[in-house]
């Protein structure tokens, strides 16, 4: 069974600061996933990486995917309070797969 | 609006009774998944239906029973649960079983007393 390990399980900043957060597994997988799921919704993909070593940029936020394919990062600079919610990370073991493997999440909290 | 919606947002039920959750979809996509989100646990992917057949069944319980009657629909037919159930239920559709981008719906928030 392949597990995702994400830390820290909650994290609470003021606005303005920056933070990473992490993704790490033993498993190799193919592709790995980051979303964000605020209170009373569900899951919205952020993006996705594929490539061993890749760093994909979203406005404030930069994704990298390990170079082993084992761990991803999240890191968001100055945050908002509009980035308070649960990152999930969700990892395909092989390309063609559906099955999803998750982890618990991060929980942010970002203080105005 | 992420093109899923699910109703109800908010159940609560009995141990012996039964009731439905529903999805749709109205996005176009082929494949439409039902997932388990606990507290402190990741999410459980609990049904996957590709073309309105069922292509797994990751060894859920049978008192869970998931119908899909069209590619937009999705249903949940729920009987007889435990207070362990108690969860919020997401649905989630996508293109086909081989693409990896997956959209959610708002959940079902189930209680069971």
């Known amino acids: 069974t392949q597990l995702l390990e994400q830390s820290p399980q909650f994290l609470s900043i003021q606005e303005g600061e920056n933070l990473t957060v992490y993704c790490n597994s033993s498993?190799?997988?193919?592709?790995l996933q980051w979303y964000r799921q605020e209170p009373g919704e569900g899951p919205v993909l952020l993006v996705t990486?594929?490539?061993?070593?890749e760093v994909k940029k979203l406005k404030r936020l930069t994704f990298q995917f390990g170079d082993a394919r084992k761990d991803s990062s999240l890191h968001i600079t100055a945050a908002q309070p509009g980035d308070t919610g649960l990152y999930l990370c969700?990892?395909?073991?092989?390309?063609?797969?559906?099955?999803?493997?998750f982890g618990k999440g991060t929980k942010l909290s970002v203080i105005p | 609006e992420t093109g899923v919606t699910q109703t109800p947002r908010h159940l609560v039920m009995g141990m012996t009774n039964k009731k439905s959750l529903k999805c749709e979809q109205h996005?176009?996509?082929?494949?439409m998944y039902w997932y388990k989100q606990s507290a402190k646990k990741p999410l459980e992917l609990m049904f996957v239906?590709?073309?309105?057949?069922?292509?797994e069944n990751n060894s859920v319980p049978s008192r869970f029973s998931p119908e899909c009657p069209n590619s937009s629909h999705l249903f949940l037919h729920l009987h007889t649960l435990q207070p362990e159930d108690s969860a919020l239920y997401l649905c989630?559709?996508?293109?086909?079983?081989?693409?990896?981008?997956?959209?959610f719906g708002p959940g079902t928030r189930l209680t069971v007393l």
């Open positions: 990486v594929v490539t061993g070593g």
């Open positions: 969700a990892g395909l073991p092989g390309a063609g797969s559906y099955q999803l493997t």
């Open positions: 996005l176009g996509h082929n494949a």
């Open positions: 989630a559709s996508s293109q086909d079983t081989v693409s990896n981008e997956q959209f």
């Open positions: 498993s190799v997988f193919s592709s």
């Open positions: 239906y590709s073309l309105e057949e069922r292509v």
